[in-house]
């Protein structure tokens, strides 16, 4: 065999040996990543069913607020599992420690006595209306048709007009197809720039004028079992006030909708006003 047969031949051995060895190399880390995960602990998150903030097809839940949270869950080092409830059915559940956690939950003393709730807000929750028209100059009355999530805490200010409750899968989908057709004349929601990215994500071409109602935000927490361990539910509080810090979750959507091509997503305010009767 001549010298460079010889080279050759060494070349191709080094070439498989270094083959064989990214190989092993990749199936042990592989190896080591599931049992890395097996070791993480799991979280039982309950998604209240009908929220305007997260949406379910065939039972997955999608959205911004959802995603959201799968980062702060996620930076915690916690694996998790998802369970649609009804929101009194969330709190019996978390009573029952059949849930660690439910996502979105307004605090009350009442709840307080069974509920843990986060430090911090999950959220901080501007009330909202969505129409086909400009409402800055629009006077209501009571044969206003107004579309809502069932079990939204409808503002004072619209109480007086006619409700339209939605539920089940692709709410807000569904809303934006009633306002569309006519059959209401506005959509009421937490977070009305979610409706707006509802109707982007679904290709819907009208123009819709989105406002805040005035003096009327809510703040949104985690509630937390308050069997959960201490240990977890501090992990979970950490990094949701990291996450805050670094990006609260009205910049995580406005920058979402930019990303859809929504250059000014801050909403105007708005108060509604009711014709005299």
């Known amino acids: ?14 070439a498989r040996f270094s083959l064989l060895l990214l190989i092993l190399l990749g199936s042990f880390a592989r190896v080591k990543a599931a049992q890395l995960e097996k070791q993480l602990p799991s979280i039982r998150v309950g998604l209240i069913e009908f929220s305007p903030l997260v949406s379910f097809d065939q039972d997955k839940p999608s959205g911004p607020l959802f995603d959201y949270a799968m980062e702060i869950f996620q930076n915690a080092g916690f694996k998790f599992s998802f369970q649609q409830v009804s929101i009194n059915r969330s709190l019996e559940e978390l009573k029952a420690n059949n849930l660690d956690l439910v996502l979105t939950l307004f605090k009350s003393p009442e709840r307080e006595a069974y509920v843990q709730f986060s430090q911090k807000p999950l959220l901080i929750s501007a009330m909202g209306v969505c129409s086909l028209v400009d409402l ?79 003096d009327v935000r809510l ?10 361990l201490p240990e977890h539910r501090a992990r979970l509080d950490q990094s949701l006030k990291a996450m805050i810090e670094k990006e609260d979750f009205d910049v995580y959507l406005q920058k979402r909708l930019m990303k859809m091509g929504v250059s000014s997503p801050l909403l105007k305010e708005w108060q509604a006003v009711l014709k005299p009767e």
């Open 1 to 14: 065999m001549g010298e460079n047969d010889q080279r050759s031949s060494a070349f191709w051995m080094i």
């Open 219 to 228: 703040p949104i927490h985690i509630g937390f079992s308050k069997q959960l």
């Open 136 to 214: 800055d100059s629009k006077i209501l009355d009571k044969t206003t048709r107004v579309a809502h999530i069932r079990g939204t805490i409808i503002a004072k200010s619209l109480q007086g007009l006619q409700l339209f409750p939605v539920n089940g899968e692709k709410s807000q989908l569904r809303m934006l197809q009633m306002l569309i057709k006519k059959r209401v004349d506005l959509i009421y929601s937490p977070k009305p720039e979610v409706i707006l990215l509802t109707a982007l994500d679904a290709g819907i071409s009208q123009t819709l004028h989105c406002y805040n109602l005035k």
